[in-house]
Nanobody, 115 residues
Framework: QVRVVESGGGLMQAGGSLRLSCVPS????????MAWYRQAPGKQRDMVAIIARDGSTNYADSVKGRFTISRDNAKNTVHLQMNSLKPEDTGVYYC?????????WGQGTQVTVSS
């Protein structure tokens, strides 16, 4: 089983920045995609950003121009750089690792943005 560990969440004022990190136990080279999802209180889990094996990326409309997903193959790590944070970015952020054999989730990291 592939395990996924997220880190980097915290409390930030609106307009600030945070960088989340995701380290899977499986190789990034085997992943079809790596993605970040967000779950706000009382809401469903929605995709925020995704990076495919070929490096192509896609973002939710609400974060385009503010968030950047990237992959560091040497460190087997995926990052989510979050700039110009807004209170509506508050939620638990989950990393997803999807490969031929696995669809794995981390435990999540809390991001709270105060106004």
């Amino acid at each position: 089983q592939v395990r996924v560990v997220e880190s980097g969440g915290g409390l930030m004022q609106a307009g600030g920045s945070l960088r989340l990190s995701c380290v899977p136990s499986g190789s990034l080279f085997n992943a079809y995609s790596m993605a970040w999802y967000r779950q706000a209180p009382g809401k469903q889990r929605d995709m925020v950003a995704i990076i495919a094996r070929d490096g192509s990326t896609n973002y939710a409309d609400s974060v385009k121009g503010r968030f950047t997903i990237s992959r560091d193959n040497a460190k087997n790590t995926v990052h989510l750089q979050m700039n110009s944070l807004k209170p509506e970015d508050t939620g638990v952020y989950y990393c997803n690792y999807r490969s031929r054999n696995w669809n794995s989730w981390g435990q999540g990291t809390q991001v709270t943005v105060s106004s």
